[in-house]
């Protein structure tokens, strides 16, 4: 039995209602254009819903527009970019399904001919209303004996085609659904692509987030192997709105909620969810990651990874993304901010001064300059803020785990305890890795010297907070500034508790070292980019748990992407199924980290599913994902 679609135009096979444009191109200039394009708009959506008689609403609006021939030219311009995304990318259906594809429009046939013909749909399966003009070429009405200009017309089309097969409409409106309420349709797809109509899709039978959805419902082949919008993303959080904005205009399904959430929580939310987002309060740990049953990749929007159980994830085949440098500039400025504060008692001062004591004295402030500042972990933020810190007169001291280029006139120490010992303000700037839990304690705050100035902006957890205390009250620290806590709420509706709270000279900062909006925005953008890259191409670069590769664009071929256990002898197992297939591999790619081996091999012929499945049945693999 043949299948065949019927197509509607606007708001679905273009993004955008083709009169709202004309209104803009024909008022373009008049006082009256914004009333008369809210107007417009106005009567398609009545129009659209139900709420109005199609032909009054088409009607009326002709009659608002003041459109004239001329200014088809610009319109049919202006349409050819506003093709919908999923539409333009699966041309080869329209190639391949050609005699049984119809457009079928209430809207004029003057600028859908040829929008839809470039596409590839045929001329004489083009069935939309035409335009009258009068002699000067202004639109004074439509053809009004052409069905589609009356209520129920597409249905007229449809029935008089007399087509011998299943019949699946795709469509935005109410127009589209009342083929399927005609008994002329088999199925009718609300497309929602572009505008959601509730009414409408209420009474779908499917709704279709894009053209590939239907296509893959329809066991046809489209341009992605999976519908991007079967791919669920959780945003936890509050993370930045331009990350909703890239995954939803990807094609995702995008959840956002506003919090963090608990683990129990997290369990029964991961569940069907293939990208997770979180910051750094979220803990994904080996439950949360044992729960997910789909999960392909974590976005971490912050600099820190270690809320994530990075070698879970790896065992499970997901990978881990962060913004490794976006929020760096952020925290460096917060911690000069602080160290000028701290070393001039400026917010006791302050909270003075707002309840009308003035206490106008040197006595305990003194100048940043010629002062040794200390660093412990000396990576993107710490070598940033030393490089700061000395053109302002500091004298900058450092200590890391690891080898690293002193930048400027900054000292590298070889202990922590020579960094504690020399240092009039100490900064800390290490990772949230396990083994900093408690790094600075009772022991180290006695090595540092009297009246030190002490900075946390790193993880809560590597300083102990009783002991942090005790040295506030004893005067050993003079001033400090902490913004990471080992316990912080979930969300800002829950209090914050503490025993710093109430102590002198102590800024208290709610995590927010990295929250600036320059910072958010980047990390939004950042990491939703480098997961659509891995999901799009296997591009693995800035992974924090996965071998980085970075992989050439895909053209005429087909990727496979097997993630395994890195033992001996994976690949060579691989490269005898394709033998065995006859396939011919014209790219492959290999990189392997401790645990895990990545391995993506392009394949230039259509592959038989019982080559998947081999592949799947490799021993030691983790996990297994077609492309294309
Ligand atoms: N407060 C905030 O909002 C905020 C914002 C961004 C980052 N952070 C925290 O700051 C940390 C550092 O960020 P980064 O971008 O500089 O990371 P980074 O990985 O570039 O640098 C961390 C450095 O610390 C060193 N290190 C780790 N443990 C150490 C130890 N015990 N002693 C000495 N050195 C040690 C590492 O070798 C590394 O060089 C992040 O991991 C994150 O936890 C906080
Ligand atoms: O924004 C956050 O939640 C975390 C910021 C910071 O700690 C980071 O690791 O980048």
């Known amino acids: 039995m043949d299948k065949y679609f019927i197509i509607d135009f606007d708001s679905t096979l273009t993004r955008v209602e083709a009169m709202d444009l004309l209104a803009s191109i024909s008022l373009q200039g008049s006082p009256k254009k914004a009333a008369v394009e809210a107007k417009i708009k106005e009567l398609t959506d009545k129009g659209m819903n139900g709420e109005m008689s199609f032909r009054s609403s088409l009607k009326d609006r002709l009659l608002l527009l003041e459109a004239n021939k001329s200014h088809l030219v610009p319109l049919i311009d202006a349409l050819k970019g506003?093709?919908?995304?999923?539409?333009?990318?699966?041309?080869?259906?329209?190639?391949?399904?050609?005699?049984?594809?119809?457009?079928?429009s209430n809207g004029f046939k003057e600028y859908i001919e040829p929008i839809v013909t470039d596409l590839g749909v045929l001329p004489d399966h083009i069935f939309a209303n035409q335009l009258v003009f009068n002699e000067d070429g202004d639109v004074i009405g439509f053809d009004e004996d052409n069905p589609l200009s009356k209520d129920g017309g597409k249905a007229e089309v449809i029935k008089s085609l007399d087509l011998d097969g299943d019949i699946y409409v795709i469509g935005d409106g109410h127009n589209d659904y009342e083929i399927k309420a005609a008994g002329l349709a088999n199925k009718f797809y609300a497309f929602t692509e572009n505008v959601k109509r509730e009414q409408v899709v209420e009474k779908a039978d499917h709704e279709a987030p894009s053209l590939d959805e239907v296509l893959f419902e329809q066991k046809i082949a489209s341009a992605f192997s999976y519908p991007k919008n079967r791919i669920k993303v959780l945003l936890l959080e509050n993370v930045h709105p331009k990350a909703f904005e890239l995954l939803k205009n990807e094609g995702f399904s995008v959840e956002v909620y506003p919090a963090g959430l608990d683990e129990d929580e997290l369990c029964e939310k991961i569940k069907g969810v293939s990208i997770l987002g979180i910051r750094s309060k979220t803990q994904v740990t080996k439950k949360v990651i044992e729960s997910a049953d789909r999960l392909m990749a974590v976005g971490a929007f912050c600099i820190g990874t270690n809320q994530i159980d990075l070698e879970a994830c790896q065992e499970k085949g997901i990978?881990?993304?962060?913004?490794?440098?976006?929020?760096?500039?952020?925290?460096?400025e917060l911690a000069i901010g602080s160290i000028i504060m701290l070393i001039r008692n400026i917010f006791d001062k302050s909270v003075a001064m707002h309840q009308g004591k003035w206490d106008k004295s040197a006595k305990g402030s003194k100048e940043i300059r010629g002062k040794k500042l200390g660093i412990i972990g000396y990576g993107n933020i710490g070598a940033q803020l030393s490089v700061l810190a000395e053109s302002m007169g500091l004298d900058v001291y450092y200590y890391d785990l690891e080898e690293k280029l002193a930048l400027g006139n900054a000292t590298k120490l070889d202990s922590l305890d020579e960094l504690l010992s020399t240092s009039d303000i100490i900064t800390l700037h290490v990772d949230g890795r396990p083994e900093n839990k408690e790094l600075i304690t009772a022991e180290a705050f006695s090595k540092m010297k009297d009246q030190v100035i002490f900075i946390n902006l790193s993880r809560g957890h590597v300083v102990n907070i009783g002991d942090l205390k005790n040295a506030i009250e004893s005067k050993k620290v003079a001033g400090c500034a902490v913004d990471v806590f080992p316990k912080e709420p979930k969300s800002n509706d829950e209090p914050f508790e503490s025993e710093l709270i109430g102590l002198p000279n102590v800024i208290l900062t709610p995590h927010i070292g990295g929250s600036t909006e320059e910072a958010q925005e980047n990390i939004g953008e950042f990491v939703p980019n480098r997961i659509m890259e891995y999901i799009n191409t296997g591009t693995t670069t800035n992974s924090v748990n996965f071998p980085n590769l970075q992989l050439p664009k895909l053209q005429n071929a087909h990727r496979l992407i097997h993630i395994h256990h890195n033992v001996p002898g994976i690949i060579a197992k691989m490269n005898q199924l394709f033998a065995e297939h006859e396939i011919n591999i014209v790219g492959q790619y290999l990189k392997t980290n401790e645990k895990i081996g990545y391995v993506i091999t392009d394949i230039n012929k259509a592959y038989p599913q019982e080559l998947i499945q081999s592949l799947k049945n490799i021993q030691h693999t983790i996990k297994f994902r077609v492309l294309y």
């Open 319 to 332: 990978a881990v993304f962060n913004a490794p440098f976006s929020n760096t500039r952020s925290v460096v």
């Open 82 to 104: 506003q093709v919908s995304a999923s539409f333009k990318r699966n041309k080869d259906f329209f190639r391949s399904y050609a005699n049984q594809i119809y457009v079928i």
